[in-house]
């Protein structure tokens, strides 16, 4: 058998061996690449352990952060997907508007003007809250798309079926279109999910106490650049990759069951 | 049974599918809708279903017009065993839990009472050992056959059925037809749309063809098929029975 460079069907079929064998040979060259370019400037762990507990506190911020804006981004995701099958006009266009201007800015502008530009005009100080009002509103209008692609990937047949045997509009979308729906998005929501953790860093611009903000903190403290940011980098890939892998075998029970 | 069709419009977009269309039709247990595909069938067993609602014009069920709004039609729907030619079952439910949602969400049966219903039905059709099937683990004609029982399940008034085998291969479309005979001989009144000609002539008791937005014909099954009138239906018989 002749193999290619590419693969040309679907799957790759590696052997189990070839694949551990491939993983560890990468993890050592790519580590001791690292370690020679790096490991001069990675010297100054004790003055930075000593800021360990702001380092914990920012992280338990960001987590808290982002399980917060995740509720209220959700609960804002299935009104306003609603909202856009609503057979009321103005509240269709007011939704259709709140998700294609969210989705058209970046969320730094977002940040800058909802703290500094509206929570200020209304005398509302409160940094934390109003982050996670303004995380949960920008992931809100992506999670209002999810939704929505979802119903609408329901088939015509399913409405069909659903009015033939008599249900209400109310009693289509409870006992028929929600739980294929809740099946079909659970993917993309876990992945937003994972985009919210990683969001909710660009809150240390409006001084916000969550993990970026105190690695950033500890780097001016005692100009360790590094020591800061790795610790940063890893504690995001430590709560982002469970996400990952779990939105991949979401999507692997998903195909397999339809 | 009897079926009055009055000035029976339906457009869709610029397209008229039904024009002006006036029939009758009286008929003991079965009555086959044919034609090209097109024609209008489906579309009239969508109005007859109460899923559309005519341009203009009305339809008398036995004697009675059929309702205007949308809640009175959908309580018109619910009396109604509506069987499409595929995708009519719920992926999420089992062959039971699809049998029992209109029992207990329309019907307002208790739980346990429509169980024993459903399973009742599912038995009578030889599907009891597939009751906690999910669709995706069940054959196509076993999937019919589901919805089938899912029509039946809560004693409809007549049934109305659209190309029930048209997604089924020939041995999974006999399964099918063999319920709906049985179907028929319980005794409840059916309307069917369908490709299956041999099926029209043994098990219809009139059959109806359907062309170009109207009724053109309409006969006893076998006076229909052996001396059609209407040179349209004679040549779209002799096109498709040619082979």
């Known amino acids: ?258 | 049974m009897k079926i009055l069709l009055r000035g029976l419009t339906k457009r869709f977009g610029l397209q008229t599918v039904l024009d002006a269309v006036n029939f009758e039709a009286e008929f003991a247990h079965t009555l086959a809708l044919i034609g090209p595909s097109g024609g209008g069938k489906s579309t009239l067993l969508r109005l007859l279903a109460g899923l559309d609602a005519p341009d203009s014009g009305e339809i008398l069920v036995n004697g009675e017009p059929l309702p205007q709004d949308e809640e009175r039609l959908r309580i018109h729907r619910s009396h109604t065993g509506i069987v499409f030619q595929a995708y009519n079952l719920f992926p999420h439910l089992s062959a039971l839990g699809n049998v029992m949602l209109p029992l207990t969400e329309v019907h307002g049966i208790d739980t346990a009472t429509a169980r024993d219903r459903a399973m009742d039905v599912l038995k009578r059709f030889h599907l009891a050992e597939h009751a906690a099937k999910q669709p995706a683990q069940l054959s196509g004609g076993q999937r019919q056959r589901v919805a089938i029982a899912r029509a039946l399940a809560v004693d409809p008034a007549f049934l109305l059925l659209d190309e029930p085998t048209s997604a089924l291969d020939p041995e999974m479309t006999a399964e099918v037809l063999d319920v709906i005979v049985e179907l028929r001989e319980s005794g409840k009144p059916i309307i069917l749309v369908t490709h299956e000609m041999g099926f029209a002539r043994r098990s219809a008791d009139r059959v109806a063809f359907i062309a170009d937005g109207g009724v053109l014909e309409c006969a006893a099954a076998g006076e229909f098929f052996e001396n059609p009138r209407q040179p349209a239906v004679k040549q779209f018989l002799e096109r498709i029975l040619k082979y």
């Open chain 1, 1 to 258: 058998m002749q193999a290619g460079f590419f693969i040309d069907r679907p799957t790759s079929p590696a052997r189990p061996a070839a694949k551990a064998v491939t993983i560890i040979i990468l993890l050592l060259v790519y580590s001791g690449l690292c370690w020679l370019a790096f490991s001069h400037s990675l010297k100054n762990w004790e003055q930075v352990w000593g800021y360990r507990v702001t380092f914990l506190n920012g992280w338990a911020a960001t987590i808290g952060i982002s399980a917060a804006a995740l509720l209220l981004s959700t609960a804002i995701g299935a009104l306003t997907a609603l909202a856009r099958r609503s057979a009321f006009l103005p509240l269709r266009y007011t939704a259709a508007a709140y998700v294609e201007t969210v989705r058209g800015l970046p969320l730094l502008v977002l940040v800058l003007f909802g703290f500094y530009g509206i929570a200020n005009a209304v005398g509302w100080n409160d940094r934390v809250s109003v982050g996670i009002v303004i995380l949960s509103l920008f992931s809100g209008a992506y999670i209002a798309e999810i939704i929505r692609a979802g119903i609408e990937s329901v088939g015509r047949s399913q409405w069909d079926s659903a009015r033939a045997i008599g249900l209400t509009p109310v009693q289509t979308y409870r006992f028929v279109i929600f739980p294929q729906v809740l099946r079909q998005i659970l993917p993309p929501v876990a992945g937003q999910f994972s985009s919210l953790i990683k969001d909710s860093s660009l809150l240390y611009i409006i001084g916000i106490p969550e993990l970026t903000f105190a690695a950033n903190q500890i780097n001016s403290a005692t100009y360790s650049t590094f020591e800061s940011f790795v610790p940063l980098g890893i504690c995001y890939l430590v709560l982002t990759l469970p996400v990952s892998l779990w939105t991949k075998y979401l999507e692997s029970k998903v195909r397999y069951e339809t």
